[in-house]
């Protein structure tokens, strides 16, 4: 009777236990676990422009007033920040990003972030039309500060560019070079993309156009 009582006991304990295997689940919660980066520390950097993502015409909206504007995104590598992004790829600059309004207008944010770059001013005639990916590969140095947000985030911020001064190097690019224009529009850079940009350039007037010229161009 007593051998019977133990044998009951296991299979119930057995019976237990598999029930217990088949509880476990995958929930899905409210909390998102994000890795921290750290941010970039305040300061001035050598730096070299790799990307320019051309977002085209937006609505953006600014103290209440509504504006349609043609935006650029440009990217620089900082090549003496790195970090692991991925074990495979060992240690890669950090990257920090600023966007503009594609205008030369003599009181333009870009007319005076350029020549700054550049270390001279724009003539008229080539205010009239410059290539903005001419300065692709181009090294400078950055102003790095940081600012707060209206939610309170901290974010790095390029408060300033100039020339890179004599006697300092801005080592090789590492990431490879991304120009997006809808004159040339590769499907395979805009894919790679992060979704908050790609959501800006489907956006925008150029984006929409693209698709609807290639939409009647299809033969069904």
């Not at 085209?56 to 990217?75: C, D, L, S």
């Not at 102003?143 to 974010?155: D, E, L, P, Q």
Request: hydrophobic content about 35%.
């Amino acid at each position: 009777m007593q051998s019977h009582i133990i044998c009951l006991c296991l299979i119930i304990f057995t019976k237990q236990n598999t029930l217990n295997l088949y509880k476990m689940a995958i929930l899905a919660t409210t909390n998102q676990t994000k890795k921290s980066i750290e941010i970039i520390p305040a300061g001035s950097y050598p730096a070299r422009c790799y990307s320019m993502i051309h977002i085209g015409t937006i609505e953006e909206t600014f103290n209440g007033e509504t504006k349609e504007r043609n935006k650029v995104r440009i990217t620089w590598e900082l090549p003496t920040e790195t970090m692991t992004f991925n074990e495979e790829r060992g240690e890669q600059p950090r990257v920090i990003a600023k966007e503009f309004t594609l205008s030369l207008h003599e009181k333009s944010t870009l007319r005076a972030f350029l020549e700054s770059w550049r270390g001279k001013s724009f003539t008229d005639k080539e205010a009239q039309s410059f290539d903005v990916t001419n300065l692709l590969g181009v090294p400078c140095l950055l102003s790095i500060t940081h600012k707060t947000s209206n939610n309170g985030k901290t974010y790095a911020n390029i408060a300033s560019v100039s020339m890179l001064p004599k006697g300092m190097d801005c080592p090789d690019q590492v990431n490879d070079k991304q120009e997006l224009t809808y004159s040339d529009f590769k499907q395979e850079l805009f894919d790679s993309l992060p979704d908050f940009i790609k959501e800006k350039i489907m956006m925008s007037k150029e984006y929409q156009s693209l698709n609807k010229d290639t939409n009647e161009n299809l033969p069904f």
